[in-house]
């Protein structure tokens, strides 16, 4: 929790008194004394600042509100923190919140743009498991929330959210209102939430809550008429399902007489459940994984970890096993679109398939996000972490002692292959150590050396840097929280600050590389972590520009024969180059940098560590190579 004051303290019925007084002299350009005479003739404005209500009873005045009810309602959900920009929409929660509430339980977090609230709460989710409640204005405050949304649509994460909204005409005063409220207006993003509802009364607003998403102003602001007769229905826990038995039999039968099985993690694990039960399956079968990333699934120094080498293996496998894998097509081929798109197959003739996995039970429409089709031989729909455990159960027996053997063998062919390539890995981090612009992979190394003895969590790779996942070791589920999901820039700073706000109170040690046409997407993500003390490092990864779609440009030149001159305009961040440091000083977070000399690294990123250690952001800007 922040620690700034305001400067005076009011009383809750004191600004509730002024708050029609204030709200009125928005519209004025200045005091009565500054504006100019009319025309002779012409009809005086009145003059709004000037303005007063008569010294009548003000009715309003109450004790409790719609918007008390309304917290009590979200108490009952246990949250910690509620993300939000300000907005009028809301703003009858928003003084329940701090005032009736204290500001604990939820405790607001004050955000710059939507898309950070939005994207804070998905960083969250992925690190404590359970959603946060975002506040957000109807129209203009869900149409800047819309991106993260979507990441958080194409990632699988809960994000609850509230919107503000002025149903009833008679009840918009100010002209701003208008445009601030709309009939429908959850229309703009109904493609990619699971639900909405628009409540019309606080009964309605604490069943929909229990569901989950939306409130209207007027119930917030409007006294409680019985407060007796409302009830806030209990939270039922959900289970997730687990995959058909018969199926599940048929899978374990299918793993157990395969020569060259193959199991592929995308966002398997959920909980810390999900790594152990896929380590235990793995070691039954002395297979090989692959783990995409979208999740941390699978240890990266196991020795059944072929992450590195996924083309090979899938290339060589009787068996792949997908599961809560997005792009199971994109698994089985290559593509390229270098000089002309075409795509083909990596995998033998006649390899089996099954899948595992809740995406064929959330398929919409329009967005496009569940890839394109691939038949499978066995498509389970069920939660993939759930069903491991009677998956093991059904392997366990059929392993006779011969066919433990072929997998012993075989996963200590696949061990000798992995230390291999992770000594090799080793040594090419080496390559044009002491050059500059830094290398990114002594950029991972010298960050991982001065972190490898805390408790740490990589909360955000922005640019998708595979040095990490080489170098260090993600040996639990909170070392890595997964991508964006929607590949929507912007994302990166904000959720990494959202997984930094559920790592603190473990006392764990965030660090996330952010690109820097990511932070200057959301760079009030800065104020933010400031102002609520979350303590993250952030080390750029300033390579100055939007470089994948540098090499685009690049790649479009190439086929058309014209160079490669040009492709840095529209797709650098040159003249002048951004100051990342001082953009995050003049925010109140320590920064260095910029850092071009590599001997001047490390004893940047030892100092940032330290503050950060003692609960405060930092930010070391250091200039690296594109990729």
């Known amino acids: 929790m922040s620690k700034r004051k305001p400067a005076a303290a009011i009383g809750r019925r004191h600004f509730l008194k002024g708050a029609t007084v204030a709200g009125a002299a928005l519209g004025a350009a200045g005091p009565a004394a500054a504006q100019p005479a009319?025309?002779?003739?012409?009809?005086?404005?009145?003059?709004?600042?000037?303005?007063?209500?008569?010294?009548?009873?003000?009715?309003?005045?109450?004790?409790?509100?719609?918007?008390?009810?309304?917290?009590?309602?979200l108490k009952t959900f246990d949250?910690?923190?509620?993300?939000?920009?300000?907005?009028?929409?809301?703003?009858?929660?928003?003084?329940?919140?701090?005032?009736?509430g204290m500001n604990k339980k939820p405790e607001m977090l004050?955000?710059?743009?939507?898309?950070?609230?939005?994207?804070?709460?998905?960083?969250?989710?992925?690190?404590?498991?359970?959603?946060?409640?975002?506040?957000?204005?109807?129209?203009?405050?869900?149409?800047?929330?819309?991106?993260?949304?979507?990441?958080?649509?194409?990632?699988?994460?809960p994000v609850?959210?509230?919107?503000?909204?002025?149903?009833?005409?008679?009840?918009?005063?100010?002209?701003?209102?208008?445009?601030?409220?709309?009939?429908?207006?959850?229309?703009?993003?109904?493609?990619?939430?699971?639900?909405?509802?628009?409540?019309?009364?606080?009964?309605?607003?604490?069943?929909?809550?229990?569901?989950?998403?939306?409130?209207?102003?007027?119930?917030?602001?409007?006294?409680i008429p019985n407060r007796v007769a409302l009830t806030i229905p209990k939270l039922s826990r959900v289970t997730m399902p687990q995959g058909d038995s018969a199926a599940i039999a048929e899978t374990a039968q299918q793993l157990v007489k395969a020569e060259n099985p193959v199991i592929i993690a995308d966002r398997m694990a959920r909980t810390p459940a999900g790594m152990a039960r896929l380590?235990?399956?793995?070691?039954?079968?002395?297979?090989?994984?692959?783990?995409?990333?979208?999740?941390?699934?699978?240890?990266?120094?196991?020795?059944?970890?072929?992450?590195?080498?996924?083309?090979?293996?899938?290339?060589?496998?009787?068996?792949?096993?997908?599961?809560?894998?997005?792009?199971?097509?994109?698994?089985?081929?290559?593509?390229?679109?270098?000089?002309?798109?075409?795509?083909?197959?990596?995998?033998?003739?006649?390899?089996?398939?099954?899948?595992?996995?809740?995406?064929?039970?959330?398929?919409?429409?329009?967005?496009?996000?569940?890839?394109?089709?691939?038949?499978?031989?066995?498509a389970v729909a069920a939660d993939a972490e759930t069903s491991l455990p009677g998956l093991i159960e059904q392997v366990k027996p059929l392993i006779t002692p011969e066919r433990k053997a072929a997998f012993e063998a075989r996963g200590k062919r696949l061990a000798g292959i992995h230390n291999t390539m992770m000594e090799g890995w080793k040594a090419d981090a080496t390559i044009?150590?002491?050059?500059?612009?830094?290398?990114?992979?002594?950029?991972?190394?010298?960050?991982?050396?001065q972190i490898k003895d805390d408790d740490w969590s990589m909360v955000g790779n922005g640019i998708r840097v595979t040095w990490p996942r080489r170098l260090w070791n993600f040996d639990k589920h909170y070392r890595w929280i997964g991508s964006s999901g929607g590949a929507g820039v912007g994302y990166n700073a904000p959720a990494a600050l959202g997984a930094a706000l559920a790592n603190r109170k473990y006392g764990r040690l965030s660090v996330a590389i952010q690109g820097d046409g990511d932070l200057m997407m959301a760079p009030g993500t800065l104020w933010t972590e400031a102002h609520h003390?979350?303590?993250?490092?952030?080390?750029?990864?300033?390579?100055?520009?939007?470089?994948?779609?540098?090499?685009?440009?690049?790649?479009?030149?190439?086929?058309?024969?014209?160079?490669?001159?040009?492709?840095?305009?529209?797709?650098?961040?040159?003249?002048?180059?951004?100051?990342?440091?001082?953009?995050?000083?003049?925010?109140?977070?320590?920064?260095?940098?910029?850092?071009?000399?590599?001997?001047?690294?490390?004893?940047?990123?030892?100092?940032?560590?330290?503050?950060?250690r003692k609960g405060q952001p930092a930010l070391v800007d250091a200039v690296v190579e594109p990729r």
């Not at 044009?432 to 050396?449: F, K, N, Q």
């Not at 300033?542 to 685009?552: D, F, G, I, S, V």
Request: hydrophobic letters at 40%; proline letters at 7%.
């Open 79 to 100: 949250f910690d923190y509620i993300p939000e920009t300000p907005a009028s929409t809301f703003r009858g929660l928003h003084e329940a919140i701090i005032n009736g």
């Open 160 to 223: 609850y959210m509230i919107a503000g909204n002025t149903v009833d005409v008679t009840l918009r005063g100010l002209s701003f209102e208008s445009p601030h409220s709309a009939i429908d207006p959850a229309v703009i993003v109904r493609d990619f939430v699971k639900w909405d509802d628009q409540p019309a009364s606080l009964q309605h607003f604490a069943e929909s809550a229990v569901r989950a998403y939306k409130v209207a102003i007027e119930l917030q602001e409007n006294p």
């Open 279 to 378: 380590i235990e399956l793995a070691e039954l079968l002395q297979c090989a994984v692959v783990d995409t990333g979208a999740r941390s699934n699978f240890p990266n120094r196991h020795p059944l970890c072929h992450t590195g080498r996924g083309g090979a293996v899938v290339s060589q496998a009787d068996l792949i096993l997908g599961l809560e894998l997005s792009d199971f097509w994109g698994t089985m081929h290559a593509f390229g679109d270098r000089i002309v798109r075409r795509a083909r197959a990596i995998t033998k003739p006649g390899v089996h398939t099954i899948s595992i996995g809740v995406r064929d039970l959330s398929i919409k429409a329009n967005y496009q996000e569940f890839m394109r089709y691939q038949e499978v031989d066995l």
């Open 533 to 612: 003390q979350i303590p993250i490092l952030y080390v750029m990864h300033n390579n100055r520009a939007w470089h994948q779609e540098l090499m685009y440009v690049q790649a479009m030149s190439n086929r058309h024969g014209r160079g490669v001159e040009n492709a840095h305009i529209g797709t650098t961040i040159t003249d002048p180059n951004i100051d990342f440091a001082m953009l995050a000083k003049s925010m109140g977070v320590y920064a260095e940098g910029p850092i071009t000399n590599p001997r001047d690294l490390g004893p940047a990123l030892k100092r940032a560590l330290a503050v950060v």
């Open 38 to 73: 009319p025309p002779a003739g012409a009809t005086p404005l009145p003059d709004m600042a000037a303005e007063t209500l008569p010294p009548v009873a003000d009715p309003n005045q109450q004790s409790s509100s719609g918007a008390d009810f309304m917290l009590e309602v």
């Open 432 to 449: 044009g150590w002491d050059t500059s612009p830094i290398t990114l992979g002594r950029l991972c190394a010298e960050l991982y050396d």
């Open 110 to 157: 004050s955000c710059m743009h939507e898309e950070i609230a939005v994207a804070m709460a998905h960083g969250y989710a992925k690190i404590e498991g359970r959603p946060l409640p975002v506040l957000v204005q109807s129209t203009v405050g869900l149409q800047h929330a819309s991106m993260a949304l979507y990441n958080a649509y194409c990632d699988q994460v």
